[in-house]
């Protein structure tokens, strides 16, 4: 009799692993890109600069190449957003648009500490 229960054990722990792969499989093909129609959802960060006195609205550059505005960069003439990555050479040939480079993090080291006023053997300053 134990083992008529241990098979159906088993055979309960493999079909509880069969669905468990059958429910990841699934979230896998829902959550991932729609290859068929070539609809890939891959957007890059980009910072957009325009040429000097164009006055053009981030929206009506972003809109052909289904771009989506994050910040407006009033000091360089320019403003950030999020573009289908398949899109950025279309953006880089907007009328008016002088360069789109990648949005990264800026790392600036701290400054030095400065050595006037310190006393000491070999101290430069």
């Excluded at 093909?29 to 006195?53: E, F, Q, S, Y």
């Excluded at 950030?80 to 279309?90: K, T």
């Amino acid at each position: 009799m134990s083992q008529a229960w241990m098979s159906l054990g088993a055979r309960a722990r493999r079909r509880a692993v069969v669905i468990a792969v059958c429910v990841v499989a699934g979230l896998l093909v829902a959550a991932g890109p729609d290859r068929a129609r070539g609809d890939t959802n891959v957007t890059v960060k980009v910072i957009v600069r325009m040429l000097p006195g164009v006055s053009a609205s981030p929206d009506s550059v972003l809109a052909p190449v289904n771009g989506h505005l994050d910040r407006i960069l009033s000091t360089i003439n320019g403003f950030s957003a999020s573009v289908p990555v398949e899109n950025v050479g279309r953006l880089e040939a907007t009328p008016g648009v002088l360069e789109v480079a990648p949005d990264t993090t800026l790392n600036v080291p701290p400054p030095e500490t400065s050595t006037s006023g310190a006393t000491g053997k070999k101290v430069e300053g």
